[in-house]
T-cell receptor, first 111, second 116 residues
Framework: SQQGEEDPQALSIQEGENATMNCSYK?????LQWYRQNSGRGLVHLIL?????REKHSGRLRVTLDTSKKSSSLLITASRAADTASYFC???????????FGQGTRLTINP | DARVTQTPRHKVTEMGQEVTMRCQPI?????VFWYRQTMMQGLELLAY????????DSGMPKDRFSAEMPDATLATLKIQPSEPRDSAVYFC??????????????FGEGSRLTVL
């Protein structure tokens, strides 16, 4: 499989703390994207980072990409209860247009 | 507010019946994806289309699944005959692929299928 793999599978933290999720993949990519999914809903795009970028920010989100290690991390700062959701990384493999998703990280923010 | 629309949202059917799921992608998007989500397998890519032409359907069980885009406003995923192992949430997503780069995907709310 060429899926990204997220780590950890589940994460539970207190409101206000930072949450870090990691994603590893196997082949060269064009870009890597992070999505969020609330229970029973569709996925919502959070951020896209291209293979020639190393870091990207969007509000309380910070994404890093290390193509030499084939890994990415998503940091959510100052977490809120509303951040409770599953988070997925998706990779666009070089030479293909499809996005392949990992298994996701279930994040729970405790008030 | 542009969004991807999927119907039906829920479907319960008996084994052997035909199931058709429909998707209206966002106008102007040139690529449509079908994914299936289960607890065990996660999100699996079934098929995708660019400019209505099928590019890759290697993720689909060929003998029972078929995907089409009869026009730019409609994508369909058909299962015939359905089996209990097809029970899952099926997502349609659309987006723009420009110069070989896939941008953000917009997902529908999914069609939850239960095959008894």
């Amino acid at each position: 499989s060429q899926q990204g793999e997220e780590d950890p599978q589940a994460l539970s933290i207190q409101e206000g703390e930072n949450a870090t999720m990691n994603c590893s993949y196997k082949t060269s990519i064009n870009n890597l994207q992070w999505y969020r999914q609330n229970s029973g809903r569709g996925l919502v795009h959070l951020i896209l980072i291209r293979s020639n970028e190393r870091e990207k920010h969007s509000g309380r989100l910070r994404v890093t990409l290390d193509t030499s290690k084939k890994s990415s991390s998503l940091l959510i700062t100052a977490s809120r209860a509303a951040d409770t959701a599953s988070y997925f990384c998706a990779t666009q493999i070089q030479g293909a247009q499809k996005l392949v998703f990992g298994q996701g990280t279930r994040l729970t923010i405790n008030p | 507010d542009a969004r991807v629309t999927q119907t039906p949202r829920h479907k319960v059917t008996e084994m052997g019946q035909e199931v058709t799921m429909r998707c209206q992608p966002i106008l102007g998007h040139n690529t449509v994806f079908w994914y299936r989500q289960t607890m065990m397998q996660g999100l699996e890519l079934l098929a995708y289309f660019r400019n209505r032409a099928p590019l890759d359907d290697s993720g689909m069980p060929k003998d029972r699944f078929s995907a089409e885009m009869p026009d730019a406003t409609l994508a369909t995923l058909k299962i015939q005959p359905s089996e209990p192992r097809d029970s899952a949430v099926y997502f349609c997503a659309s987006g723009l692929v420009l110069q070989g780069n896939t941008g953000e995907l917009f997902f529908g709310e999914g069609s939850r299928l239960t095959v008894l």
